[in-house]
């Protein structure tokens, strides 16, 4: 069964890492949600990859 209740939660200033990872990670996998900046941070994001891991990226301001 795919787990479907946590996630590796990735949080750094480093733009350009975050998105090194999600192009990688977004790879034949399932974009919950696109990183998209918000009021409390650059770039946010969530992602499960083709191995049925989650993921949630933050880039802080």
């Known amino acids: 069964m795919i787990g479907n209740n946590m996630y590796v939660s990735i ?33 946010h994001g969530s992602l499960r990859d083709k191995f049925g891991i989650n993921w949630m990226f933050t880039v802080l301001k």
């Open 11 to 43: 949080t750094t200033k480093d733009e350009a890492f975050i998105q090194k990872a999600w192009d990688i990670l977004k790879q034949d996998g399932e974009v919950y949600m696109e990183p998209t900046s918000s009021f409390f941070t650059t770039l």
